[in-house]
Antibody, heavy 122, light 109 residues
Framework: EVLLLASGGGLVQPGGSLRLSCAAS????????MNWVRQVPGKGLEWVSF????????NYADSVKGRFTISRDNSKNTLHLQMNSLRAEDAAVYYC???????????????WGQGTTVTVSS | QSALTQPPSVSGSPGQSVTISCTGT?????????VSWYQQPPGTAPKLMIY???NRPSGVPDRFSGSKSGNTASLTISGLQAEDEADYYC?????????FGGGTKLTVL
């Protein structure tokens, strides 16, 4: 069974940092690009970041560029999102999502994790 | 990276058909055939229903179909069933990023 399990969410103060992880199983992880997508409860989806299967290409939404860093460890089938300088508006449920493609963005995200909640508050 | 425009809500009776529109610009929906649709029942993660405008992943019923004309993509659900009640989101590739629509709540009457 193809599974994504996100973890690492929690409560952090404004200006703080948090590192999210997503453990993948049931598919050849290194062959597929991955994304982070977030959702404020009761609101819509917002794409956050993309990384190609080999890790050589990364993309970010303007709202997080320069503050968030996506990475992956293909030897451990794990995706990460390092979030620095967190703001109140970064509070959301963060989903990891598998791309249908190995190297390109926009061809559909066909497997989603259960989400991990990030709360930014003092 | 402006959000794509979707109607906030649509509704239909069981057995009927509904269409959800997704309007972008000539830099996203109009330029690329990389439009996807996602279904999200309350309290669950999104599920891919349509990719590359018209294609259905394995396991998605053929009652779900996608199309595009100009800057507007559409999702049509025929033979509505109670289980189709959910939020639906479109997305499009645009210049090294992805933009989502604001979401449409489908109510099955």
């Amino acid at each position: 069974e193809v599974l994504l399990l996100a973890s690492g969410g929690g409560l952090v103060q404004p200006g703080g940092s948090l590192r999210l992880s997503c453990a993948a199983s049931g598919f050849s992880f290194s062959n597929y690009a991955m994304n982070w997508v977030r959702q404020v409860p009761g609101k819509g989806l917002e794409w956050v970041s993309f990384i190609s299967g080999g890790g050589g290409t990364t993309n970010y939404a303007d709202s997080v560029k320069g503050r968030f860093t996506i990475s992956r460890d293909n030897s451990k089938n794990t995706l990460h999102l390092q979030m620095n300088s967190l703001r109140a508006e970064d509070a959301a449920v963060y989903y990891c999502a598998k791309c249908r493609s190995g190297w390109e963005l926009g061809y559909g995200m066909d497997v989603w994790g259960q989400g991990t909640t990030v709360t930014v508050s003092s | 990276q402006s959000a794509l425009t979707q109607p906030p809500s649509v509704s239909g009776s069981p057995g009927q058909s509904v269409t959800i529109s997704c309007t972008g610009t000539n830099t996203d929906v109009g330029r690329y055939n990389r439009v996807s649709w996602y279904q999200q029942p309350p309290g669950t993660a999104p599920k891919l229903m349509i990719y590359e405008v018209t294609n259905r992943p394995s396991g998605v019923p053929d009652r779900f179909s996608g199309s595009k004309s100009g800057n507007t993509a559409s999702l049509t659900i025929s033979g509505l069933q109670a289980e189709d009640e959910a939020d639906y989101y479109c997305s499009s590739y645009t210049s090294s990023s992805v933009v989502f629509g604001g979401g449409t709540k489908l109510t099955v009457l």
